[in-house]
């Protein structure tokens, strides 16, 4: 027969795996409830900047109740934003941009009903530091300063904490503050998509080649310059006068000044290019692959696509069967004349950023900020991202 007292020794060795367990499964609520909250030690909700509709300026709201995130899964993290910034696309998404096919990775099982990606947070870069890491994260550790792109389905980064998966973060350059380093992330990994991954262009080919960057004074045409003559090209740059002065600055070679005439008729006295990255879309189409060595190997990249548009427009299937049309067909068209057309897309690596780090790091990429905001000011830098005409990024310091 059991004693008393071994009895005893059961039941306590029972409260104490139970504690253990949900010690375990509570530890990250607890940390963020007792630790991390800049509101009441009890709290488990954070400022954040929201919408819960897509329109207008007018949409975006300030809340001090956002739900802190928690850690689903086992290789996300969590960060405590010090700085983020406002691109284009965040003023787009705003509006309702893409919400067809974003919608659709948020909910691919299509379980959720209409509307249930409000309140959404928007803001696409993120410099910050780790606060919690899910188990299979082996490179981060609380405490780390990072920087990282949330991809645009995901909730974006105008808030006090933000979870992100942890290949999609990288140790921010030690040469930046979060400021600075807040500035670079979306707008680099988007060039480096267009450049690298789809241009394949990379420091072992690029020297001597010759770049033309249309919309060279925005954030991807600043980074893109910036890259590509630390990998030794030749850069031929277009914008408008009063940009001029930042671009040559950052390395332009040459810089066409679209304000002061036709940019064909100014391109025409150049000799032709190995590759041009399109930032601008629309009529350039029609004449800037003109101006591309033929059968060299030459190549178009741009990143204005009607992808998500078309969605927008025609729904998910037939909007990416017009999509796969439009590509093909131009694609086609184009390699028949000697040159080749692609389209790029932004992507989120931790492992591009590591690059990106280094060369900044080693003094090649400096980041191009315009101009920051506090974070009670997130409207007001919708408002200047929405005018257009950017020399370079806008921030919001979060922290």
């Not at 037939?318 to 049309?325: A, H, I, K, P, S």
């Amino acid at each position: 027969m059991f004693t008393m007292e071994f009895l005893k020794t059961c039941v306590l060795r029972r409260n104490a795996c139970t504690a253990v367990c949900f010690w375990r499964s509570h530890a990250i609520q607890k940390l963020l409830v007792g630790k991390i909250s800049t509101t009441s030690s009890r709290s488990t909700v954070m400022p954040a900047w929201v919408i819960d509709k897509y329109g207008k300026n007018e949409v975006l709201r300030f809340t001090q109740n956002m739900m802190i995130p928690v850690i689903h899964y086992p290789n996300e993290v969590i960060i405590k934003v010090h700085a983020a910034s406002v691109n284009p696309i965040d003023v787009n998404m705003r509006s309702g941009y893409g919400a067809t096919a974003l919608n659709m990775k948020r909910d691919p099982l299509h379980i959720k009903t209409k509307g249930e990606e409000f309140p959404l947070t928007l803001g696409r870069d993120v410099s910050g530091v780790v606060m919690e890491c899910g188990l299979d994260v082996r490179y981060f550790k609380p405490g780390d300063e990072v920087w990282a792109a949330v991809p645009p389905w995901k909730q974006g980064t105008l808030s006090e904490f933000v979870v992100v998966s942890g290949n999609e973060v990288s140790l921010k350059p030690k040469s930046l503050t979060h400021t600075q380093a807040a500035s670079l992330p979306y707008v680099a990994l988007t060039a480096w998509s267009a450049i690298n991954k789809v241009g394949g262009l990379n420091d072992k080919n690029c020297p001597g080649k010759r770049v033309l960057i249309l919309g060279a004074s925005g954030g991807v045409g600043t980074f893109a310059i910036q890259v590509m003559k630390a990998w030794g090209a030749h850069v031929t740059a277009v914008c408008s006068q009063d940009a001029s002065e930042l671009v040559r600055k950052l390395g332009a070679d040459d810089v066409i000044d679209y304000t002061s005439g036709n940019v064909e008729e100014q391109l025409k006295s150049l000799k032709p290019f190995d590759f041009i990255l399109d930032n601008v879309g629309g009529s350039t189409e029609t004449w800037a692959l003109n101006f591309l060595k033929k059968w060299s190997g030459a190549t178009y990249v741009t990143l204005v696509t009607p992808f998500l548009l078309n969605m927008d427009r025609l729904g998910i299937a037939d909007g990416m069967l017009q999509t796969g049309v439009t590509v093909g067909s131009k694609a086609l068209k184009h390699f028949w004349q000697g040159v080749h057309y692609r389209w790029a897309f932004f992507i989120a690596s931790g492992v591009y950023l590591d690059d990106i780090a280094k060369l900044v790091d080693e003094g090649k990429i400096q980041p191009v900020i315009e101009k920051t905001f506090p974070f009670s000011q997130v409207p007001e830098a919708f408002l200047k991202v929405e005018r257009g005409h950017a020399r370079g990024k806008t921030v919001i310091n979060v922290v």
